[in-house]
């Protein structure tokens, strides 16, 4: 059972940034995709970013392509997600999730391990 716990979210205004962290309790962190998700109130939680067990493979949303990145050091059982050049339209809650084997990354279904979130707050 992995245990996630994301730190790191806050007020910011647009155009600034923030980084979250997730913190692993499993010592086999090394095996799992990462991904972040995040949900507003009335929508469906959407993936943002996702990377590889080894740290070689990240994948973005469009929508934060180019302003978001995803980082990971399996030393410290950690994947960080840094998000810059914010926008309100970001502001959510923001999940980090865990999956081993192999499919989509993007898929919510996928990942059967959750942190409890962490709320980004984009002020206009």
């Known amino acids: 059972q992995v245990q996630l716990v994301e730190t790191g979210g806050g007020l910011v205004q647009a155009g600034g940034s923030l980084r979250l962290s997730c913190a692993a309790s499993?010592?086999?962190?090394?095996?799992?995709?990462m991904g972040w998700f995040r949900q507003t109130p009335g929508k469906e939680r959407e993936f943002v970013a996702a990377i590889s067990w080894s740290g070689d493979s990240t994948y973005y949303a469009d929508s934060v392509k180019d302003r978001f990145t995803i980082s990971r050091d399996n030393a410290k059982n950690t994947v960080y997600l840094q998000m810059n050049s914010l926008k309100p339209e970001d502001t959510g809650v923001y999940y980090c999730?865990?999956?081993?084997?192999?499919?989509?990354?993007?898929?919510?279904?996928?990942?059967?391990?959750w942190g409890q979130g962490t709320q980004v707050t984009v002020s206009s």
């Open positions: 499993e010592r086999t962190f090394s095996r799992y995709t």
């Open positions: 999730a865990a999956r081993s084997g192999i499919g989509s990354y993007s898929a919510i279904y996928g990942y059967p391990y």
